[in-house]
């Protein structure tokens, strides 16, 4: 399993951005949570195997309808998520 911090900036707010993650985190068995962060970017903890991450994080690089991500930033995760669930935190 890898673990991955995912930050996405540009118009990713008020597009629906976190109930398009939750959905394709659900469809890619994908666990962890995303977040709107105060600076108006979205952050995105995702726990999942390999290649279920990778086309997870792809998808997020160009995010829903309406959105316009002008950088993905990933980072490895060191440390463990306890979820085993992904949900929409506020």
Do not use: W
Not at 1 to 7: A, D, G, P
Not at 35 to 51: C, H, Y
């Amino acid at each position: 399993m890898e673990k991955k911090l995912i930050i996405l900036r540009g118009i990713v707010q008020g597009v629906g951005f976190r109930f398009f993650a939750y959905r394709k985190a659900k469809q890619f068995n994908i666990c962890g949570y995303v977040r709107n962060l105060p600076d108006g970017s979205v952050e995105i903890l995702g726990k999942g195997e390999k290649t279920e991450l990778d086309g997870f994080i792809n998808i997020m690089r160009n995010g829903p309808f309406g959105a316009h991500v002008e950088s993905c930033e990933v980072s490895d995760f060191p440390y463990e998520v306890e979820s085993s669930d992904f949900e929409i935190r506020p």
